[in-house]
């Protein structure tokens, strides 16, 4: 069986109506749940999340996620189904976050972006420190949520 991961897209709406596209994700064989932690600069520094990142005009979602996941942690992933989409207001925005259940399909994740990658079980999950938009997502995976 190969690792899984989880994973999300994000749509940020700006404080001026223009939309802005971004992304997320986390499991494996041990159903443990991979999370990053942001690195020490920009929005939310030091909190856990789902990372991604915008996704470009004329990509499908599932598609920036597997090239956002390339990017930031240098692996393949094979996108899956949707676990939920929730929205949240930050003071730049409204972040609407689409979470998709992924697998791993190669390499193992690497420090590109981020401060930390850790692979937890969901109880663990609820000891971090999440970005706020991530936080529905997270207590799906908690309460049971499987792909």
């Known amino acids: 069986m190969r690792n899984v991961l989880w994973s999300g897209c994000r749509r940020l709406r700006k ?7 971004l992304r997320g994700r986390c499991r494996d064989r041990a159903r443990r749940r991979g999370c990053a932690k942001r690195g020490p600069s920009g929005s939310f520094a030091g909190r856990w999340e789902f990372p991604g990142g915008k996704i470009e ?6 598609a920036a996620l597997e090239r956002e996941i390339a990017e930031e942690l240098a692996c393949s ?17 409204v972040v609407t976050l689409t979470t998709f259940w992924c ?12 401060a930390e990658v850790r692979w ?4 663990e999950l609820e000891d971090l420190d999440w970005a706020p938009a991530d936080v529905p997502a997270v207590r799906l995976i ?3 949520a499987s792909a």
């Not at 992933?77 to 925005?93: K, N, S």
């Not at 937890?120 to 109880?123: E, G, I, L, N, S």
Request: hydrophobic share 30%; net charge negative.
């Open 77 to 93: 992933v094979h996108v899956g189904a949707e676990l939920t989409t929730t929205t949240h207001d930050y003071d730049f925005g």
């Open 120 to 123: 937890c079980t969901p109880r």
């Open 103 to 114: 697998e791993l399909i190669e390499g193992t994740p690497q420090l590109m972006e981020h």
């Open 15 to 21: 404080a001026d109506g223009a939309y802005a596209d």
């Open 57 to 62: 005009p004329g990509e499908t979602a599932q």
């Open 142 to 144: 908690v309460a049971g």
